[in-house]
Nanobody
């Protein structure tokens, strides 16, 4: 399974940004996987941000993401998104997507994508 994340960048506090992560692989079936987003800020451990099951019927968010971030997926495009609103400097981190067979997890997924850097600064 290969996961390609994109959409990071430098934004001002209060701005919005949408991250994308597209999955691929030889025998890969996107709907077999729950998808999640994690992040790692400078000098900190990687942490859970948001995750959802195969059809979006079950979602989980970290407290820091609730009310500001929305995870969604387009199964036809093998892509998961993270819409981030009202960004704060403390949201600055490398954001990683992850894929897990079956159930939603808030810990380490089965597969990691490469990260995309989000910097929130004025």
């Amino acid at each position: 399974v290969q996961l390609q994340a994109s959409g990071g960048g430098l934004v001002q506090p209060g701005s919005s940004l949408t991250l994308s992560c597209t999955a691929s692989g030889g025998d890969f079936t996107f709907t077999d996987y729950s998808m999640g987003w994690f992040r790692q800020a400078p000098g900190k451990e990687r942490e859970f941000v948001a995750a959802m099951n195969w059809n979006g019927g079950n979602t989980h968010y970290a407290d820091s993401a609730k009310g500001r971030f929305t995870i969604s997926r387009d199964n036809a495009k093998n892509t998961v998104y993270l819409q981030m609103n009202s960004l704060k400097p403390e949201d600055t981190a490398i954001y990683y997507c992850g894929a897990t067979v079956g159930v939603v997890v808030t810990t380490a997924p089965d597969y990691w994508g490469q990260g995309t850097l989000v910097t929130v600064s004025s």
